[in-house]
């Protein structure tokens, strides 16, 4: 059975940082990617990476958000630095199955950027 977690969400001031980290198990992944989704908006792409590491952001947290990921563990982390209001959102994990490319998603961490 596949299954794709997310963790790490919460609340931060603006200018602070989180780390949201994602665990998929029940198949080879060959990559990931994160997406968010904020109140009455449509859900975006935010940074995605493949199995050999090459990684890519959206402009809008492009130096600020970093992508990363254990393939041993079947995990992907994204550290989020500088943090503004305009972050907050609920952010989802997207994995792709290497063989198949077959597309999960997990439930959704919140992360909440205010003073």
């Known amino acids: 059975q596949v299954q794709v977690v997310e963790s790490g969400g919460g609340l931060v001031q603006p200018g602070g940082s989180l780390r949201l980290s994602c665990a998929a198990s029940?198949?080879?992944?060959?990559?990931y990617a994160w997406y968010r989704q904020a109140p009455e908006k449509q859900r975006e792409w935010v940074a995605g990476?493949?199995?050999?590491?090459?990684?890519n952001y959206a402009d809008s947290v492009k130096g600020r958000f970093s992508i990363s990921r254990d393939n041993a563990k079947n995990t992907v982390y994204l550290q989020m630095n500088s943090l503004k209001p305009e972050d907050t959102a609920v952010y989802y994990c997207?994995?792709?199955?290497?063989?198949?490319?077959?597309?999960?998603w997990g439930q959704g961490t919140q992360v909440t950027v205010s003073s």
């Open positions: 997207n994995a792709r199955e290497l063989v198949t490319t077959r597309e999960y």
């Open positions: 990476i493949i199995r050999v590491g090459v990684t």
């Open positions: 029940g198949t080879i992944f060959g990559g």
